[in-house]
């Protein structure tokens, strides 16, 4: 081996694998067409390989590898690593123990392993790994796993445990060019530690152009590293003040109002009129399409997509319906509805957040309690039991760096967070719990606003539009800011009127002032403070 370690980048971990390979595809041919097209470190792996053979594959490959100065790694076999000079070994937990590893291997190997959980990633650590292997993320068919799927929101758990160390990490198990941005962007601990890297197997060595699969895959990548210092979500000057708010929720509903974006909504069959309804008020086209086969096309069309799981049907279309958006770069809207009345629920939410990024995550404090496992707020069906949080700004600023989303958290007072800032909102009226749907018809208008930001953003005709109003073009946090603070102020207005009597005469009203909310009307009643 070199007299130093090598350094390694994790970017685009190759993990190989011969059974693979399309019909007619030479391995080494495919291990340098995959490394031509960006992969920066390779592991060759042979489980069913006899000895002979192994050193045979790993000697030709470590020719092509070092031929582009991409380090390689031999997995669990430390015999081949030392017998062909490799950079290398990755160990599993039921393999050789590190410290025995390291010392057969020169001191300048890398020593990388297979970690399931969070005393695995403290073990590793204290034993002195190099790297460690996190996952599985998803189910996969290239490898028998003998630990259940962490999923994308588990990895930020596994990553706390790397938190004051050296030791890099990267994501493993059903990694492809179609997931891969998802895996990155929810795959962080609270404090900000990312994945310093993806491992590949399947989507590159299983295609037939490597090359373009593993540049396609490349890109992703180096594209996130190098925007991880970036605000993930706000175009806004910062720090915000109450202002940047004020004018761009009106931005943004004169967007709605001006481009009628289509709001695709995934919604409960309880409020499927009330939120059309709403959508239609405040400017927009609502369309209630569930079935997995529409997605791909809703996700080019739509501005917005709300995917509200009251009733939870059609799972099936709810998890092809944020996929698609995501891969279209378009905004997502969750609303878990009673998220924490059944386990059914709990796992259907996990289940839908591990297959595709919201951009905001909307609940009330039982529902949003729940998805943070928090024990402070009880659900009763549907509605929250109890105070509420003790601290909600700080709640919802944490979840917001957990989910990697905007969090809105509904009640008598709404708390808005991107997971720095903390926006109070504290508009409202006593009618809108009384009527079925309310909070549903939040996630529609925040949605709808969404929309409207994300129509905006891409739109030529945006160039038509002041200066002042292209500083909150894109944002979420506003957007999402703004759907509240439609439905509350609304309600105000609509309570206020002498025909309405009570609930019964509300909802209408109701849905006649959202019609008639403009920038001004939004400006002058919010109440919104910044904590």
Known sequence: MSAAKPVVDYSLYLVTGRELLPPGKDYLESLEESIKG???????????????????????????????????????????????????????????PVDIARRLLPPNAIIGMTCNTVEHVK????????????????????????????????????????????VKAVAIAGIKSTNVLHCLHGSVSPSGRSLDGVAVVSDIVASTDPLNAARKIANIVNTFKASTNAPVFSLSPSPYVVDTFKQGVGVF?????????LVHQITNNVVTTQSANATLALGASPIMATAPEEMADLSKAAGALLVNFGTIQNLDGMLASGFNYNQNRKPVVFDPVGVGATQYRRTSAALLLNA??????????????????????????????GSGFADPAAFVRNLARKERAIIVLTGVQDYVSDGTTVVRLSNGQAYLGEITGSGCMVGTAVATFCAGASTLASSER???????????????????????????????????????????????????????????????HAKIEIL
């Open 38 to 96: 960006g992969v920066s470190l390779v592991q060759i792996r042979e489980k069913n390989t006899d000895t002979g053979e192994f050193l045979r594959i790993a000697q030709d490959s470590k020719a092509i590898c070092h031929k582009y100065n991409v380090p390689i790694l031999i997995n669990d076999r430390i015999d081949i690593a030392l017998a062909i000079g490799a950079d290398g070994v990755h160990i599993g937990q039921t393999d050789m």
């Open 123 to 166: 073990k590793a650590v204290q034993d002195g790994v190099d790297y460690v292997g996190l996952g599985p993320v998803w189910a996969t068919q290239t490898k028998k796993v003998a630990h259940p799927v962490v999923g994308v929101r588990g990895i930020g758990e596994l990553l706390t445990a790397l938190e004051g160390s050296d």
């Open 253 to 261: 509903l004169s967007a709605v109002k001006k481009f009628s974006p």
């Open 356 to 385: 595709w990024q919201p951009t905001v995550i909307k609940g009330n404090a039982a529902e949003l309690g729940a998805l943070a496992n928090s024990t402070e707020v009880q659900a009763k069906g549907v509605d929250s039991v």
């Open 462 to 524: 945006s160039a038509e539009t002041p200066e002042d109003a292209k500083l909150v073009r894109g944002d979420m946090l506003v957007a999402a800011v703004g759907g509240v603070l439609a439905i509350t102020i609304a309600s105000e207005f609509a309570a206020a009127r002498p025909d309405v009597k009570g609930s019964g005469t509300f909802l209408p009203a109701f849905i006649d002032e959202l019609g008639a909310l403009t920038p001004e009307k939004l400006a002058a």
